[in-house]
């Protein structure tokens, strides 16, 4: 909960921040453009000033160093070209280019309100027995087993944030109850990543505990499968001698199901023994005419079954769905 309140103002500190560089730069600005406007302003009088200057000088020399009849001759052009100058200083304004006052007013109403709320503090206290785990994986010797665990609260909605303390571990239950601890990675939004790595096979026992208190489901029993041999497949005579094998595919369990040309689907152990037959010859649910694909995932086996221009649906024991 600290954490997370120093995360919110270090977040509305540096939000601060960046809007006063920006209100700063944008009266930097202004006042650059209005200090260029009176500037040229300025040259403007100068000039003028200049300008009036010069025909006084000029009609106050001719006065001094000619005659009358040169004076009377000049008389009409230092009035023209005063005349020129008086229209160009009407375009002129006299008044310094100063546009109104700029006032910056942050309105800190909102943000004070806003703010207020930060002393609200709400407390999320996960509860063990409505928190939940799910593994997708299959749990193998040598093989890291994931674990995603989700803490919830009592009203089971999804809490927000991590900090917990959630554990999890294998037990084994033929091998003097043998444990592996998993490495555990929190996510800091309410969900848990366990990691367990098994070294024996067979059934274990599986523990995941949240705050020194079990999970849904939790305690639970585990099988943990031996390390996929494929050398146990190509020494398994028994198999390669089935009549015109068509297909091949493993279960997860080390099961190996082969598609024949005698309409069925033979399944092997992983020693090459024969456990069962699954099909006959025909177009009814569960027949088949040269199965010619399978696949199996889980309890669900997929037959492409090729004569019969299909592909049929069954559990992994024969059942058709």
């Known amino acids: 909960a600290f954490l997370s309140i120093n995360q919110a103002f270090e977040i509305l500190q540096q939000t601060l921040e960046e809007r006063k560089k920006t209100l700063l730069s944008e ?7 209005k200090t260029t406007a ?23 020399q001719i006065l001094q160093t000619h ?15 005063l005349q ?20 910056v007013s942050v309105q800190t109403d909102d943000l004070v309100r806003q703010l207020s709320k930060l002393d609200e503090i709400i407390v999320f206290f996960p509860s063990p027995s409505s928190s939940t785990w799910t593994s997708t994986s299959v749990a193998r010797v040598e093989t890291r087993y994931h674990i995603k665990v989700q803490s919830k609260i009592s009203k089971g909605e999804e809490c927000p944030h991590g900090g917990v303390e959630v554990k999890g571990e294998m037990r084994s239950k033929t091998h003097n109850g043998a444990v592996v601890y998993g490495e555990v990675e929190d996510h800091r939004d309410g969900t848990y990543t366990i990691t367990l790595t098994p070294q024996i096979a067979g059934p274990h026992q599986l523990l995941i505990t949240m705050d020194g208190q079990h999970v849904q489901n939790s305690p639970c029993d585990l099988n943990v499968r031996p390390k996929r041999d494929y050398h ?14 068509l297909c ?74």
């Open 38 to 60: 009176l500037t040229l302003q300025k040259e403007q009088f100068e000039k003028m000033i200049g300008d009036i200057g010069l025909y006084t000088d000029m009609a106050s």
């Open 84 to 103: 020129a100058t008086l229209k160009r200083v009407q375009t002129i304004s006299l008044t310094p280019n100063q546009h109104s006052n700029i006032t």
């Open 232 to 245: 146990t497949l190509c020494n398994a005579h028994q198999v390669i001698q089935c009549n015109r094998p």
């Open 27 to 33: 009266l930097e600005a202004i006042s650059l453009s």
């Open 67 to 81: 005659t009358d009849h040169e004076i009377v001759a000049l008389g009409g052009l230092i009035p023209t070209e």
């Open 248 to 321: 091949v595919a493993i279960h997860d369990n080390g099961d190996i199901y082969v598609g024949s040309c005698d309409d069925c689907i033979y399944v092997f152990d992983q020693t090459g023994q024969l456990k069962n037959t699954i099909g006959s010859s025909g177009s009814g649910d569960g027949q088949f005419s040269y199965p010619h694909g399978i696949s199996i995932k889980g309890d669900v086996l997929y037959v492409a079954d090729g004569g019969n221009h299909r592909v049929q649906k069954l559990t992994s024991s024969g059942k058709f769905f």
